[in-house]
C-alpha cells in the first residue's frame, strides 16, 4: 500500500494558480488540491454544501484538511458547516481581502466604496465572467445599469506583469471606470497554506490537483 497523503486542500477554483505556484516554491509534495468550480461564486448558496461533501469524500484518506475559501458572500454559512466538520478556512470575507491584507483592503475600501476589484484570475477571465457573464456584450445598455455606481476599478496583482496592467487599464477603461493598481503578490493565502501545512504530517512524495465539475 502507498503512503497516506497528509494533507488536502479544498480550494475554490479561482485560486487554483495561485496554490500550485504556491505548492512549488514551498516544496510541498505532500499537499493535495481539489478545486470546486469558480463558477460557484455566481451562486454561493451552494458552496458550504459542496465544500461538505468534498470533506466527508476525503475522511478516512487525509490526515489533514483545509478550506481555501473565504466567506465567498455565504453570509457565514460556509464556517457553520466547518464548524461542524472541524475543518478550519482562509480568514476574511473574500479573496480580495486575504490578497491584500485586511488593513489594506479596508484602506482601499474606505478610499472609495465604489471599487470594482479584480484579480489575476478574475482578470484573465474578465471576458467570460464579466462582459459575457453579465450580458454586457448582447446588449451593452445593461453596463451603466451594473457599473454605474463604481468609480474605480482597483487590481490586486498576484503576479507582477506589464501584460496583465496593460490588460486591468484596458478592463477598466471598458468599463468606464479610474484604474487603480496594488501589487498583492499571494497575501493571507501564502500565509494561511503555510500556517496549514505545518500542521499537516509529510507522508506522500508526490501531490495531484483535481477538479470537479
Sequence with gaps: MGAQPAFLVIACGALAREIVALRTLNHWPHMVVQCLPADLHNRPEK????????????????????????????GGLLDS????????????AHCYEFFAGTAQ????AEAELGTFYLTDFLLQHFERLIIHGLGID?????????????????????????????AGQAAAARLGLAF?????????LATSLQQA?????PRMTTSTITWQN
Excluded at 469524500?57 to 466567506?71: E, K, L
Excluded at 461542524?84 to 480568514?91: D, H, L
Design 197 to 201: 501545512n505545518a500542521t499537516a504530517s
Design 47 to 74: 458552496i458550504p454544501e459542496a465544500v461538505r461533501a468534498k470533506i466527508h469524500a476525503a475522511r478516512g484518506r487525509f490526515t489533514s484538511i483545509f478550506v481555501a475559501y473565504a466567506d465567498c458572500g455565504t
Design 105 to 108: 483592503f479596508e484602506a482601499l
Design 138 to 166: 448582447k446588449h451593452p445598455e445593461l453596463l451603466p445599469i451594473y457599473f454605474g455606481n463604481y468609480k474605480k476599478l482597483t487590481y490586486l496583482a498576484q503576479v507582477e506583469s506589464a501584460e496583465k496592467m496593460a
Design 180 to 188: 487603480e493598481y496594488h501589487l498583492t503578490g499571494y497575501g493571507g
Design 81 to 92: 458547516v466547518l464548524a461542524q466538520e472541524g475543518v478550519e478556512r482562509i480568514p476574511g
